[in-house]
């Protein structure tokens, strides 16, 4: 499977600041996924990292909020822009192999104060 | 109605055991079906993948698909203590994303 990067792997924030989280894959993909996991819950996807044109969000997710780049097959950014506490979580960035099976990067923990 | 349902837990055996993990899913049209590991502070893991019905064995764990019954079970064998940890279960339904169970935690007893 792809080797999956990402950084930075954790970060605490100042309330009303943003942060961008890198994805970097070993290998050219075409489907990169950005999930979030709140503490003690599972993983709801946030959108999908489109290359070559806009993401596509899911419900209760919003461009302003999260925007993504995904300039080319091996790379991707999230952006968590204006941040409260409620947006503590681990961001996590996943892709899809030719058999469809998805793979994790190791996660990015984010603590907003 | 959860789009994917697993009993939270925890569910504790003792080392050696059999574990039997189970997942409900709504959406009849999934055609995907997957279980992730993870343990405390890490990523989720993919061990298992499974597209048909039936069983699918590799190792210790055998998956089981039954679409009929919208019904996905992960059992692992001669449990150890090192499979302890958060079991999810995530469903592709055609969009290429997963959609994940809230996960069941297994305790394996020494």
């Known amino acids: 499977s792809a080797v999956i990067s990402q950084k930075p792997s954790r970060d605490i924030c100042q309330r009303g600041t943003s942060l961008t989280i890198q994805c970097q894959v070993d290998?050219?993909?075409?489907?990169m996924f950005w999930y979030r996991q709140q503490p003690g819950q599972s993983l709801t996807l946030i959108a999908t990292?489109?290359?070559?044109?806009?993401?596509?969000?899911e419900s209760g997710f919003v461009i302003d909020k999260f925007p993504i780049s995904r300039p080319n097959l091996t790379f991707s950014t999230l952006t968590v822009s204006n941040m409260s506490p409620e947006d503590s979580s681990i961001y996590l960035c996943?892709?899809?192999?030719?058999?469809?099976?998805?793979?994790f990067g190791p996660g990015t923990r984010l603590t907003v104060l | 109605q959860k789009e994917v349902e697993q009993n939270s837990g925890p569910l504790s055996v003792p080392e050696g055991a059999i574990a039997s993990l189970n997942c409900t899913y709504s959406d009849r049209g999934s055609q995907s079906f997957f279980w992730y590991r993870q343990y405390s502070g890490k990523s989720p893991e993919l061990i298992m993948s499974?597209?048909?019905?039936g069983d699918k064995e590799d190792g210790r764990f055998t998956a089981q698909l039954n679409k009929a019954s919208q019904y996905v079970s992960l059992l692992i064998r001669d449990s150890q203590p090192s499979d302890s940890a958060t079991y999810l279960c995530a469903v592709n339904a055609g969009r290429r994303a997963l959609t994940f169970g809230s996960g069941t935690r297994l305790q394996v007893q020494p």
């Open positions: 990292a489109n290359q070559g044109s806009e993401a596509t969000y």
């Open positions: 290998s050219q993909v075409t489907m």
């Open positions: 499974i597209y048909s019905n």
């Open positions: 996943s892709v899809e192999d030719l058999m469809n099976e998805q793979f």
